[in-house]
């Protein structure tokens, strides 16, 4: 039982172990260090053609999952990948659903430019020609012959109608009348009842007949008003084809490879000689909605709406850092002008999948779920493998508002979602669709091992965390110290902590004290700086904690020994940063039915993995001192000066021993402090904060007596392993004044405490009488012998009794 040696407190890292000067020699690593399991998940998962394979990457944050995915995507996208423009036009014969136009990348920016150059083109020339002396005179000649006509037909019926002394007179436009004339006058009622009944039958009759051929006439003239509106429009088509056809047909003939373009275009050039009214009226609405949607371009009848733009062939790669449905599924703009909300095609506006469409789309979990509505539409979207525009205030609300509804958009992408593995467990109980949709899982790792090559491998990744964060390039010796700390960090000796955040800080702020001394190259004394920086920041509540210590407002004993006494050691975290302290754990014995009561439990203050520790320490105590007899010692045990909860089982070991030294009346040293579990055959168990233990009890020897030379911690054997302990202990230890014991066994740990061999038992179960279990047993004995007397005592009183 022997204190650990100085090279067993903590793992140097051998500077001849790292076959370079500086950083800069190495070659930065494309990849994360130490996650191979992880990145060949996401190999394999980024591989598969087939749907479902999206990837769900597990891990705390920290590890640097976004940053190997995005390296990884950077270096292994496939290239033979098809990438797509995506564009939204009008669909002139239903214009709430606006048509979608699939483009190879770069395409669909080149047939907006294209567009564009031909309705500004037909802005202008379109007024101008239709508003020109040509156009007007063949208009206005084709207009003169209508009218001519009708003029000679109309004229043949008055003619007619005149010889009858009928007049043909206008009553509104296109309303004819005719009317017995009176001379050159037309009959009054008056003087058409003067007739006599022959004359105005006479003329009745012949009325008759001339209405009959005025409706003849009549429907001639609506005839050849058709026949002027075909030969109008056939004017303008020409005229408009003489403006448009040439270059139409010229884009017809760029694009024949993409039948939904040229169908398109063929719409518009039908479209346009129909809709002339557009290039010749002022529309005050469509200025007011150009003007308003912040787009001057007109008319938006025919502009093209590029949703999605790839600007090279590379495959898209988009984070999304706000997954609110809008964002991700895209939405539709609207205008409002004088009161009247307006929207079209034009304002449809793509999403994160849009953009995302053909490649990869990365997002946190936690922030997906925490949108309403976001996370069944994306499912719902990897199932259908489409992506539909849908109003959310139309699915919230019952209202009817009317809005375009734009035609789906084919999705093909690979969804990365990053969470902690809480949130993995939760989706794969609660939501039965997660397993499918989500096939793959990138599970990355916290830790890597130690070894002189994985060694190497961490001083690339830390060259190119340099290089990429731009920082300045570290020595040996600075290496050295951050692989230690990254060793400390993973809480092994032969591990290295895989949590990139904390190493990229450590850097950063290491670079800012070497900037600050005017070096070039970050040392180890940078790194020092800077840790020791980043704990004076933190530990404003630990040192409070240690001044309660100094004043003796804590109550703890660092020197001498004490019955049923012991320093347990506890970790405290506040935000992030832990330390070590030293508790009073105390137990006291009376006469009883040998229950032992826990007070923390007993008043709530104890957790369920603490209670659970103390009812094996009882069970271990019964197998040993109750075997064939009861024990008619009770004891209670607590933590002194605890006024919050107390769980976790690292203080069962300290608990036993005061339990033994309560019950032997064996005094227990105090410049000891003991953390571990034990198991109900008296094996310690291993424990956490091991080195935040043994420094919080080193501190409070400081603060309270001074280093004597005989304090220090027992740890369970096992936690040897994990030893990374700070500088000041070290020193402490390598000049006598502080040690560490390793102890595998109960009886260990009570004979370094309590002076005294624990005893061994012989054959027939006796222990020796000068050994810790041998006081015990005979104390029992005694208890026993004395309960057996007054047994009988009680039996020769009132045999009844018994």
Known sequence: MKSLPLHQLYKACILKDLPFKTTRQLEPLAEIVGQNRAEEAVRFALAMPHGGYNVYAVGRNGLGKRTMMLRYLEHHTDSKQQIHDWCYVANFDEPRNPKLLKLPAGMGHQLKQDMDKLMSRLVKMIPQTFEGDGFLERAESLKNDYVKMQEDELEKVAAQARRKKVSLTVTTPGGYRLVAMNGDQPHTPESFKDLTDAQRDKFEEVINKLEKKLRQ?????????????????????????????????????????YSDVVAYLKAVRKDLAENLDIFLEDGEEQAAMAYASLDRKAPRRYLINLLVHQTNNEVPVVVEENPTYHSLFGYVENVTYKGTVFTDFSLIRPGSLHRANGGYLLMDAEKVLEQPFVWDALKRALRSHTIEINSLERELTLSGTISVEPEAVPLDVKIVLFGDRETWMLLQEYDPEFAELFRVTADFENEMHRTIDSQVQYAKFIASLAVEKKLLHCNTKAVARIIEYSARRAEHQDRLSLHAADIANLLRESDFWARQAGARLISDVHVTRALESARYRDSRIRDHFYDSIRDGTTLVSTTGTCVGQVNALSVLSTGGFEFGLSNRVTASCYYGDGEIIDIERDVKLGGN??????????????????????????????FEQNYGEVDGDSASLAELVALISALSEVPVRQDLAITGSVNQFGEVQPIGGVNEKIEGFFTTCELKSGLTGTQGVIIPHTNVQNLMLDSEVLQAAKAGKFSVHPVARVEEAITLLLGKPAGKADSKGRYPKQSVFGIIQQRLEKMREHERQEHARDDQKDPSIH
Do not use: C
């Open 609 to 638: 993995i603490h209670s659970k520790g103390v009812m094996i320490l009882s069970s271990w105590l019964a197998s040993h001192f109750a075997m064939n007899d009861p024990m008619h010692l009770s004891a209670s045990l607590t």
């Open 217 to 257: 006439a009549l429907r001639k003239l609506a005839d050849w008003e058709m026949e002027y509106a075909e030969k109008q429009q056939a004017l303008n088509q020409e005229t408009l084809e003489g403006i448009s056809g040439h270059q139409l047909d010229e884009l017809e003939a760029k694009y024949e490879k």
